[in-house]
């Protein structure tokens, strides 16, 4: 589930239920730019090893392409070790891909 208040410094939550647990990730929007970027703070807790108190950011951008397509640069800074920086980078790794599934789903079903 999420609840989300999405504008400058509006707080947003997350969670998701896992076979090892609830992960959650609460926070703010600390920058909303124009036309496309968002930066978000980033406080986890749940199952996975190390948590910490203090926040990290999430930084994302979306551009056009000239193709036609869309561009999306997420950036996670504040990460403190290689751990952690990988434990993060498979995890934004399957969300990309769980992403262009679902589009490519319901392109498919447009299709029809």
């Given at each position: ?35 496309f ?59 990309f ?16």
């Amino acid at each position: 589930g999420a609840d989300v208040d999405a504008k400058l410094h509006g707080a947003y939550s997350h969670y998701i239920e896992g076979p090892d647990g609830t992960h959650t990730v609460t926070g703010s929007f600390v920058e909303f730019a124009k036309p496309f970027r968002l930066k978000k703070s980033w406080v986890y807790r749940g199952p996975n090893p190390n948590p910490r108190p203090e926040p990290t950011f999430v930084d994302v951008m979306i551009s056009a392409e000239d193709n036609g397509k869309t561009h999306l640069t997420l950036t996670h800074s504040g990460l403190r070790d290689d751990a952690e920086k990988n434990h993060y980078g498979t995890g934004w790794k399957e969300c990309f891909v769980r992403l262009e599934n679902y589009w490519l789903s319901k392109a498919a079903a447009e299709q029809k």
